[in-house]
């Protein structure tokens, strides 16, 4: 069983924040080798003997490397039939959509949106137009009462 305890680092030593740095980039580096490794079929125990040497790591460090590699390749074989689903609904909602746009079923989204853009622009012109054409019978009229009175 391992035993993990949470530290904070108070000094304000640069040097303490760099080796810390150092040892984070060293164990990600130890990660994604043994990941690489493990995809190539390469046995886990194997893995732990040759991280040490590689990346000067203690045999805990190489462990937690290892099993954080299994750990993310196991999760990725879980998820892949649920995105393999996901594609396949994908690609079947698109292939129905290209079908009813080839068969005339429906319109582009945008194309039915600008017809009802100008219908919009041609019912406000219409109705501007009459306002015009009113106001200038109204002036015609007022102009001949104002004549003829």
Not at 25 to 41: I, Q, T
Not at 82 to 93: G, S, T
Not at 126 to 133: A, F, G, V
Request: charged share 30%; aromatic share 8%; with cysteine.
């Amino acid at each position: 069983m391992k035993t993990v305890r949470m530290m904070k680092i108070v000094s304000h030593d640069a040097s303490h924040l760099r080796s810390l740095d150092e040892l984070m980039r060293v164990f990600c580096s130890a990660k994604r080798y043994a990941f690489n490794r493990l995809l190539e079929g390469r046995n886990a125990k194997d893995i732990i003997k040759h991280l040490p040497r590689q990346f000067r790591l203690n045999k805990r460090f190489a462990e937690d490397a290892v099993l954080l590699a299994q750990s993310l390749i196991s999760s990725q074989r879980e998820l892949l039939p649920m995105r393999l689903e996901d594609v396949q609904a994908k690609i079947e909602k698109t292939e129905k959509k290209i079908d009813d746009y080839q068969r005339g079923k429906k319109q582009r989204q945008y194309i039915a949106m600008m017809l009802h853009k100008i219908e919009n622009f041609k019912q406000e012109h219409e109705w501007s137009l009459w306002n015009i054409l009113h106001k200038c019978c109204w002036l015609n009229q007022y102009q001949i009462q104002l004549k003829e009175g």
